[in-house]
């Protein structure tokens, strides 16, 4: 079965500062990968997906991912972050074999920005 | 647009009660799951449906049952609360079945089960 581990539960840092949030995960099989991010009191919203091609995958506001196969990573990254950017992000997976799209998610990262 | 309305968005049970989470979706999406949100352990799949008619077991189904009678509706039923199944629950819905479609989400109903 595939896991997804989310190695930092909070990170904390200053606006303007770049950040990283690390995702690692563990399968047999090929995957597609996502980004959601969750605001206070909402539910997920997907930031950005690797399905194939480019390992580098540029989403919403700012953010970009880059896949690496040899490592099973996918960590997010941003150069230089805002306040409103403090949420929780949660790594996923998608296998590609079996029925359905189900994801496994990461525990997730709470980014916390300060000024 | 609504996208995928929750119903109710708060909701306190006494252990051994029965409900039902509603879940809506406007999008004529095919696929619609239900997920648990706790604390240290992101989001566990429980039900999930890839059409209308058809529903299957995720990860935590346990004390958990769906159907599917439309394709805009996916209702979770809860048929004798517990408090270890206080928790959020999200529903979600996709375009097609297929593993590269990004999840649609609700904002979620926060249940209490004392």
């Known amino acids: 079965a595939q896991s997804v581990t989310q190695l930092d539960s909070q990170v904390p840092v200053f606006e303007e500062a770049p950040v990283e949030l690390r995702c690692n995960y563990s399968?047999?099989?090929?995957?597609?990968l996502f980004w959601y991010v969750q605001y206070p009191n909402q539910g997920l919203q997907l930031l950005l997906k690797y399905l194939s091609g480019s390992t580098l995958v540029k989403g919403i506001n700012g953010f970009e991912a880059e896949f690496n196969k040899s490592q099973t990573s996918f960590h997010l990254r941003k150069p230089s972050v805002h306040i409103s950017d403090t949420a929780e992000y949660f790594c996923a997976v998608s296998i590609l074999t079996g029925g359905g799209n189900k994801l496994t998610f990461g525990t997730g990262t709470q980014l916390k920005v300060e000024l | 647009n609504a996208g995928v309305t929750q119903t109710p968005k708060f909701q306190v049970l006494k252990t051994g009660q029965s409900m039902t989470l509603q879940c809506a979706q406007d999008?004529?999406?095919?696929?619609m799951s239900w997920y648990r949100q706790d604390p240290g352990m992101g989001l566990r799949l429980i039900h999930y449906s890839v059409g209308a008619g058809i529903t299957d077991q995720g990860e935590v189904p346990n004390g958990y049952n769906v159907s599917r009678s439309t394709t805009e509706d996916f209702p979770l039923r809860l048929l004798s609360a517990a408090p270890s199944q206080t928790s959020v629950y999200f529903c979600?819905?996709?375009?097609?079945?297929?593993?590269?479609?990004?999840?649609?989400f609700g904002n979620g109903t926060r249940l209490t089960v004392t």
């Open positions: 979600a819905s996709s375009a097609g079945t297929g593993k590269e479609s990004p999840l649609h």
């Open positions: 399968s047999s099989v090929s995957v597609y």
């Open positions: 999008m004529n999406h095919e696929y």
